[in-house]
């Protein structure tokens, strides 16, 4: 089986929904996507000044940052922060509609806007995405 090329992913969620998260990170787990990620999200909820330097350290050190967008996650003041410090140092930005069946309204700014399922992730997460 070949190696798997490690992805730093920078996930951005409201803290609030941070379970979505974690069942990104098992599902990326999965043999057939092929890459290993990193994730170098925030483990705190409020955006202070500490947090907005401990964010903007680890963006820096991903090669990609990906929203989970839920239904109230628009409204998030710290994933607003984190897409704003993403665009700064010029990240590429993604969103996925984590929960199915609701509304979850885009993140301003936060660049394409991917439905959750294997092949997105895929070309997200892949070696040959574009976005």
Same mark, same amino acid.
């Given at each position: 089986? $070949?190696?798997?090329?490690?992805?730093?992913?920078y996930?951005?969620?409201?803290?609030?929904e941070?379970?979505?998260?974690?069942?990104?990170?098992? !599902?990326?787990?999965?043999? +057939?996507?092929? &890459?290993t &990620? +990193?994730?170098?999200?925030?483990?705190?909820?409020? @955006?202070?000044?500490?947090?907005? =330097?401990?964010?903007?350290?680890?963006?820096?050190?991903?090669? !990609?940052v &990906?929203?989970?967008?839920? @239904?109230?996650?628009?409204?998030?003041? %710290?994933?607003?922060?984190?897409? =704003?410090?993403?665009?700064?140092?010029?990240? @590429? &930005?993604?969103?996925?509609?984590?929960?199915?069946?609701? !509304?979850? @309204?885009?993140? $301003? %700014?936060? %660049?394409?806007?991917?439905?959750?399922?294997?092949?997105?992730?895929?070309?997200?997460?892949?070696?040959? =995405?574009?976005?």
């Amino acid at each position: 089986m $070949p190696r798997k090329k490690r992805k730093r992913a920078y996930i951005a969620f409201r803290y609030e929904e941070r379970t979505l998260k974690h069942y990104l990170k098992g !599902q990326l787990r999965n043999r +057939s996507v092929g &890459v290993t &990620v +990193s994730d170098y999200s925030m483990k705190e909820a409020t @955006p202070d000044s500490k947090w907005k =330097k401990r964010a903007e350290e680890r963006i820096k050190r991903a090669n !990609q940052v &990906v929203v989970l967008v839920g @239904p109230t996650t628009h409204n998030a003041r %710290g994933v607003k922060e984190e897409v =704003k410090i993403a665009r700064r140092l010029g990240k @590429p &930005v993604c969103q996925i509609r984590a929960v199915k069946g609701k !509304q979850c @309204p885009r993140v $301003p %700014g936060a %660049g394409r806007y991917y439905r959750w399922t294997h092949a997105n992730l895929e070309k997200i997460f892949g070696t040959t =995405k574009k976005h």
